[in-house]
């Protein structure tokens, strides 16, 4: 990114991102319960836990069967008798994600594999590359030391580069920036045992985007859970 562009069109920027905030089509969380068992009993037990911001918890889709979340399970429960929980609300960023989890009951007797959307709120509301490792190697922590988690996936930001609901330069900018915490994510995977890093390789087209532009439509979180399926395998074979 070159940051000695900014001075020059920073004003620019805060007018597209305000006039993005005031145009972009709002769309509901998904109605739905957030717990709940799927598979048969005489398959291998695996608790998973879905933690995130707007896309963790569906935005983009009509229904949480349509999520991440529910097709995340609903592969898992051909293999195993899956226990679930989602925990998860639009607008959060990295730090905001831990709050919740900390205030939320966790329902799970011990977690084996937790798949975690976090980042986009970050960039969109300008938390700086220092913060943001800090933020995930709290939410990393607090996951393997309170929760138990023996497997943490992290889903990489996706190509904010490509938004259609972003104008240029605003969706240069902001693509920049999802690159930079991008970065640090791939390096905090790489450096903790237990955690992984699950890069959003979507092809890009119309109908992997909601209608508003921003959030992945069902078509792109089905996509998105069979990558998931596939680090959770490659990364949890010692389980």
Same mark, same amino acid.
């Given at each position: #990114?070159?940051?000695?562009?900014?001075?020059?069109?920073?004003?620019?920027?805060?007018?597209?991102?305000?006039?993005?905030?005031? /145009?972009?089509?709002?769309? %509901?969380?998904? *109605?739905?319960?957030?717990?709940?068992?799927?598979?048969? *009993?005489? *398959?291998?037990?695996?608790?998973?836990? $879905?933690?995130?911001?707007?896309?963790?918890?569906?935005?983009?889709?009509?229904?949480?069967?349509?999520?991440?979340?529910?097709?995340?399970? @609903?592969?898992?429960?051909?293999?195993?008798?899956?226990?679930?929980?989602? $925990?998860?609300?639009?607008? !959060?960023?990295?730090?905001?994600?831990?709050?919740? !989890?900390? @205030?939320? =009951?966790l329902k799970l007797d011990g977690v084996d594999t937790v798949l975690i959307s976090a980042g986009v709120n970050d960039v969109t509301k300008g938390?700086?590359?220092?913060?943001?490792?800090?933020?995930?190697?709290?939410?990393?922590?607090?996951? /393997?030391?309170?929760?138990?988690?023996? =497997?943490?996936?992290?889903?990489?930001?996706?190509? #904010?580069? /490509?938004?259609? +609901?972003?104008?240029?330069?605003?969706?240069?900018? $902001?693509?920049?920036?999802?690159? /930079?915490?991008?970065?640090?994510?791939?390096?905090?995977?790489? +450096?903790?045992?237990?955690?992984?890093?699950?890069?959003?390789?979507?092809?890009?087209? %119309?109908?992997?985007?909601?209608?508003?532009?921003?959030? %992945?439509?069902? &078509?792109?979180?089905?996509?998105? +859970?069979? &990558?998931?399926?596939?680090? #959770?395998?490659?990364?949890?074979?010692?389980?």
């Open positions: #990114m070159n940051n000695w562009l900014l001075p020059i069109i920073g004003p620019l920027l805060l007018y597209q991102g305000r006039r993005v905030r005031s /145009q972009t089509l709002r769309l %509901p969380e998904p *109605k739905g319960g957030r717990y709940g068992e799927a598979g048969d *009993k005489s *398959k291998p037990l695996r608790r998973v836990l $879905i933690v995130g911001d707007s896309a963790a918890v569906g935005v983009g889709c009509d229904t949480l069967e349509e999520s991440v979340a529910g097709q995340f399970v @609903a592969m898992l429960s051909d293999r195993f008798y899956v226990e679930w929980q989602l $925990i998860g609300q639009s607008s !959060l960023t990295c730090g905001g994600i831990l709050s919740l !989890l900390r @205030a939320t =009951q938390t700086s590359p220092t913060d943001w490792h800090a933020a995930i190697i709290r939410l990393t922590g607090y996951l /393997q030391q309170h929760c138990h988690a023996r =497997q943490v996936i992290y889903t990489g930001l996706p190509p #904010m580069h /490509q938004f259609p +609901a972003l104008p240029q330069p605003l969706r240069w900018y $902001i693509g920049g920036r999802a690159q /930079q915490l991008n970065d640090s994510l791939k390096t905090h995977c790489a +450096a903790h045992n237990g955690v992984a890093y699950l890069p959003l390789n979507l092809p890009f087209s %119309p109908e992997l985007m909601a209608r508003d532009g921003f959030h %992945p439509s069902a &078509q792109a979180a089905r996509l998105w +859970a069979e &990558q998931a399926v596939v680090v #959770m395998n490659q990364s949890g074979a010692n389980f």
